[in-house]
């Protein structure tokens, strides 16, 4: 089982930025597919991004494209998520994934069930 920690939420007002981490435990990290997905208030799971195994690809949901960024630091066992132009639709738990085998296919990286590494969530707050 992957150790998955989050940090970096808060509260931010419209338009500002966040960035948050992910460190993972274990000494293959570079072989993890990463993902970030985010749960509002009374709504199912959302996926946000992902990124292979290898770095290879980086996938993002519609509504973060151009806004977001998902990028990783194998030396340190980190994944990041850069959040620019925040809006208060934003505003969820933001939870870290991985796929410590790189064995979800394309298709299914925005699918929650999938992964079986889950860090403990971090509130990120958009509003006025």
């Known amino acids: 089982q992957v150790q998955l920690v989050e940090s970096g939420g808060g509260w931010v007002q419209p338009g500002a930025s966040l960035r948050l981490s992910c460190t993972a435990s274990?000494?293959?990290?570079?072989?993890?597919?990463m993902a970030w997905f985010r749960q509002a208030p009374g709504k199912g799971r959302e996926f946000v991004a992902a990124?292979?195994?290898?770095?290879?690809?980086?996938y993002y949901a519609d509504d973060v494209k151009g806004r977001f960024t998902l990028s990783r630091d194998n030396a340190e066992n980190t994944a990041y998520l850069q959040m620019n132009s925040l809006k208060p639709e934003d505003t969820a738990i933001y939870y870290c994934a991985c796929d410590p085998y790189g064995k979800i296919v394309p298709a299914m990286l925005n699918n929650h069930r999938q992964y079986g590494n889950w860090g403990q969530g971090t509130q990120v707050t958009v509003s006025s």
């Open positions: 274990g000494r293959t990290f570079s072989a993890y597919t």
């Open positions: 990124m292979t195994w290898n770095g290879g690809r980086t």
